[in-house]
């Protein structure tokens, strides 16, 4: 299975993230040598989309849900090395679909008919290099590269199943013995662990004759498809 992954995030001292439900951000500077930054946001987030194996790709409707954002940054006087920046983040989401088709998943089938639901449950840590290319007191701009590290997996569930099995011999009195198997609740799971590239780049621009800053920052891949394992 494969899914497209980029990101584009932003953030501000104020209402400038679209869908953000809390932003803010912590910089205490030291004779204004090493700045450290401690920031973090909150934002719903809309899933869509299909997934699945091979030609069984299935929609299941997957909801709305609050994701979190959390990040650490620190900067110094040394030109020659880099900036350091570290965020975490969360993408966790459910959905259930009605099986028109059979399904495969993680290595499980899902037979037609089957009421299944999935649940995504990934997080990732970003590790951040980058330089400040340009900074006139009013507008700068960081550029750098990061490394993306996955970890998580998707789980479809399918409907809790049992056997039941009747064997009858004898003609009068007829003996029928049923026969009963424990319920089965059929499990797919796709892990990823995967760590990808991508460009980072940061803009921070300063609110003339007031004390707010906007803080633009865009991650965006440099493979095009992250592949989940099967």
Known sequence: MKIMVWAVTFTAFFTFAPQAAAIFTF???ANNTVGLYLGGQIWQSEASGIFGE??????FNL??????NYFIAIEHPYPLLPYVRISSTTLDTTGKTHLAQVFNFG???FAIDDNVSASVNVSY??????YELFDNGLFSVDLGLTARDFNGAITVTGEVTSTH???CHGETPVVCIITTTDPVTPRGKSPTNDIEPMLYVATNINIPLTRLSA???V????VAYHSMNE
């Open 219 to 222: 991650d965006l891949v440099l």
């Open 107 to 109: 290595g499980e089938a």
């Open 165 to 167: 099995d009747e064997e």
């Open 63 to 68: 909801k709305k849900e609050l994701q979190a």
């Open 215 to 217: 803080i633009a920052q």
């Open 54 to 59: 091979k030609n069984t790709l299935i929609d």
């Open 27 to 29: 910089t205490p500077q």
């Open 125 to 130: 840590i970003d590790y951040t290099l980058y």
